[in-house]
């Protein structure tokens, strides 16, 4: 390499952007597990330092995080990783599973009230914020995003949409996400999650909620400015079952990267993701034990 060249490459390394500090680990399980901590490349089994796990995701159009929605540690990382990558290049959007359109003026609204320094008294309220996500987990990241110049965006449906799919199936098209393949690992995973107790009946119309969340989530990741970040939950994200199969059935053909955030002692498939990321576990929970059906 020429001496001018050489001198180039050194200074631009000089001038890379530095990483914000990781966040401490809060989940108290498996703190001594062989994989804490460790980000892997599943298309090469490479193991990747958080500062090259950045770079390889600045230059991505799409990147979709996936999260255990209880889990505090998945949350401080996605602030982490959001905030690492503004620092490597302008954020396009942010898009949250929490949010829904019928939240997206209050969220607009809010986001000109904060960058003209009012205060606002009561966040969660004033966002309509629903009690199923946790504001001590979610809150850090809407804050920061809501002071930001690009957008906060709605992913998911809203309550009365969701009615509506479960009591009339709408049809999907698509010859990925409505494979055999797809559906069944995912109706099975519905019946897990609802503990073995929800009729075999009721299935296919949870299995229509799951899927058109799904699409809603590919089809609000298309019109989102790019470079776009979704943080939902794991089985959205899935490159194999989720948002990016809705992406190919819709013609879209933006690159994207699927991170996927796991406890230690759950692996995650080279077919579910590109990356992954491993952090301490929540304590072993009986979610089924007081399951109502």
Known sequence: ?????????ILLSGCQASLPPLPAWQSPERREHAELGQIVDLRTGQRL???????QLASVPRVLVGETHDNPDHHALQLWLLQAL??????????LEMLTPEQQGRVDALRARVAEGQPVADLPAALAWQAGWPWTLYG?????ALAQPYPLLAANLDHAQVLQV???????????STAALVQEPLLAQIGISHCGKLPKSKLPAM????QQRDRRMATALQAAPQPSLLFAGTFHV??????PLHLTDLGDKAATRVLILAEVGRPV?????????YTPALAERDYCADFAG
């Open 1 to 9: 390499m020429r001496p001018l060249l050489v001198f180039l490459a």
């Open 49 to 55: 330092s958080p500062q090259q796990l950045v770079e």
């Open 86 to 95: 503004e620092a490597q290049r302008a954020q396009g959007s942010l898009l």
């Open 140 to 144: 850090p990241i809407v804050q920061h």
């Open 166 to 176: 479960y009591r009339k199936r709408p049809a999907l098209s698509g010859a990925l």
């Open 207 to 210: 299995l229509s909620v799951q």
């Open 238 to 243: 899935r490159r194999d079952l989720g948002v």
């Open 269 to 277: 498939e080279a077919a579910a993701a590109d990356y992954v990321w």
